[in-house]
């Protein structure tokens, strides 16, 4: 049972395109939404997060709009650049707990110059 | 600093062997984790200790045993290695706090021929 549908698969926008990178959950008591940024040969990294109490958060070019009610939130960049290529997975968790962060598979995101 | 380093980074092995992945964290975290990522990049949670304790041990087989010594260590021990545990291994951790940022080491890549 997948309890995080992250898509696309994958994603190619030419530099200065805003990606847009969608994911469904189902458990309606998630109440924590991050997501992180994998690169290459490197593990996984908190790139921004939000929670149910606010529809939109924002830190630099990276933006999560969330949607109770669809159960649905999404990452978008804006101004992308080629350094922002790397792979990006949505996640959530229940009741402030981190034991069980549930993944989704990721979108691998490429940005050409 | 590296907030959570494991060694060895690559490891090529023989089915039927044993290895062990080390993970340590100096970040003061209470929870740690391994993570395996697949070929797909599909993350999963293998298990999860709190204070040296297990609390979470997903469907991973028996040969598969990890060990705390201390809350800021957590090995990954595999017996008689098979082709398909071929993968990267994450060890992470996070604190017993509310905001679940978990923080990745930067891998285990593990290849069994």
């Known amino acids: 049972q997948q309890q995080v549908k992250q898509s696309p698969q994958s994603l190619i926008v030419q530099k200065g395109g805003i990606p847009i990178i969608n994911c469904a959950y189902e458990?309606?008591?998630?109440?924590?939404f991050p997501w992180y940024q994998q690169f290459p040969g490197k593990g996984p990294a908190l790139l921004i997060a939000?929670?149910?109490?606010?529809s939109e958060k924002k830190e630099g070019r990276f933006t999560i709009s969330f949607n109770k009610s669809a159960k649905q939130f999404s990452l978008h960049i804006m101004d992308s650049q080629p350094g922002d290529s790397a792979t990006y997975f949505c996640?959530?968790?229940?009741?402030?707990?981190?034991?069980?962060?549930?993944f989704g598979k990721g979108t691998k995101l490429t940005v050409n110059p | 600093d590296t907030a959570v380093s494991q060694t060895p980074k690559y490891l090529v092995t023989q089915m039927g062997n044993d290895k062990s992945i080390k993970c340590e964290q100096n970040?003061?975290?209470?929870?740690m984790y391994w993570y395996k990522q697949d070929s797909k990049k599909f993350l999963k949670i293998m298990f999860s200790?709190?204070?040296?304790?297990?609390?979470i041990n997903e469907t991973v087989p028996n040969r598969f045993s990890p060990k705390s010594p201390d809350k800021a260590h957590l090995n990954l021990h595999i017996n008689s290695l098979e082709l398909g545990d071929s993968a990267v291994y994450f060890c992470?951790?996070?604190?017993?706090?509310?905001?679940?940022?978990?923080?990745f080491g930067e891998g285990s890549w593990l290849t069994v021929v």
């Open positions: 992470a951790s996070s604190p017993r706090v509310r905001g679940n940022t978990i923080y």
């Open positions: 458990n309606t008591a998630f109440d924590y």
């Open positions: 939000i929670r149910p109490d606010v």
């Open positions: 996640a959530a968790s229940k009741q402030g707990g981190s034991e069980k962060l549930v």
């Open positions: 970040l003061g975290h209470d929870t």
């Open positions: 200790y709190n204070n040296k304790e297990l609390i």
